[in-house]
C-alpha cells in the first residue's frame, strides 16, 4: 500500500471514530432521564438548547422549562419581562426562598414580586420546588407583573386573572401538568374555576383578592393599574 491510500485510509478511519463518539454522545443525551412533571418535548437536548436564553433569571433548570412553556400563551408578555422587557431593563432574578425570612408574614404565600435597587426578583416558596413547571409558569406569569415598590388591588386583580389564564391555557397544552396532588396545582385549579365561572372574566377573582387578607392594607389603584 502507498503512502497516498495509508493516508486516505487513516483520515477516514478518523472521521469515522470520530462520527461514532459525537452519535455515542447524542444518543446517551437522549437516555439523560428528565424529571416527570416536565412534557414530553423538554428533553434533555432540548432543555440543553434553550437554557443560554434563561440562564440570566438564575440557576434553576425548572424554572427555564416553566419560562419556555410560556411562550405562545397569554404568559407571553410575562415571560418576556422576566427577561429583561421591564421597568428595571434587567432579567429578573429567580430563586426559591424560604419567604418567611424576608417577613414572618409572608411565610406561607406561594410567591413573591421584590425589588432591590434596580434589580427585579421573584422569590418562589421552595415547597414548590417539584412543583410541575406548568404550574410555575402560570405563577410565574403573574409575579413577572409587580415591576415597582407599588402594588394595589387592581395590580393583584390583574396578576391573579393573568395567572389564571395562563394555567387555563397550559393545561390544554401540557394536560400532564396537571398534577392535582400538588398544591401550587391546587392553587392554579381554584383560579382556573374562579375564571370559568366567571365566563373567563375577572368577576370572581376580584372578588376573591378582595376579601384576601393579605391584601387588607392595600389601596385600590397603583401606577399602571388604575382600573379596578
Excluded: C
Excluded at 471514530?17 to 412533571?37: C, F, H, R, V, W
Excluded at 404568559?75 to 429567580?94: D, H, Y
Amino acid at each position: 500500500m502507498d503512502i497516498k491510500k495509508i493516508r486516505n485510509f487513516t483520515l477516514t478511519a478518523a472521521l469515522i471514530l470520530m462520527l461514532g463518539t459525537q452519535s455515542y454522545a447524542a444518543k446517551n443525551d437522549d437516555l439523560i432521564e428528565m424529571p416527570k412533571t416536565y412534557p414530553a418535548k423538554y428533553t434533555s437536548q432540548y432543555v440543553k438548547q434553550i437554557t443560554p436564553i434563561y440562564k440570566p433569571t438564575g440557576k434553576n433548570e425548572v424554572i427555564y422549562v416553566a419560562l419556555d412553556m410560556l411562550k405562545g400563551t397569554n404568559g407571553e408578555f410575562s415571560r418576556n419581562a422576566i427577561l429583561g422587557n421591564n421597568l428595571s431593563g434587567r432579567p429578573v432574578k429567580i430563586e426559591f426562598r424560604d419567604l418567611g425570612t424576608i417577613n414572618p408574614d409572608y411565610e406561607k404565600f406561594d410567591a413573591l414580586g421584590w425589588k432591590r435597587n434596580k434589580q427585579l426578583f421573584i422569590f418562589i416558596n421552595p415547597r414548590h420546588k417539584d412543583a410541575p413547571p406548568g404550574a410555575l409558569a402560570a405563577l410565574l406569569s403573574h409575579e413577572a407583573l409587580h415591576q415597582d415598590e407599588f402594588n394595589s388591588l387592581a395590580e393583584e386583580t390583574y396578576a391573579w386573572t393573568m395567572e389564571a389564564s395562563v394555567w387555563y391555557e397550559i393545561v390544554k397544552l401540557y394536560p400532564e401538568s396537571n398534577d392535582e396532588l400538588h398544591p401550587l396545582v391546587v392553587r392554579e385549579n381554584m383560579l382556573k374555576k374562579l375564571f370559568e365561572r366567571g365566563n373567563y372574566s375577572n368577576k370572581y377573582i376580584k372578588k376573591t383578592v378582595m376579601s384576601n387578607e393579605g391584601y387588607k392594607n392595600l389601596p385600590s389603584t397603583s401606577p399602571g393599574f388604575e382600573d379596578l
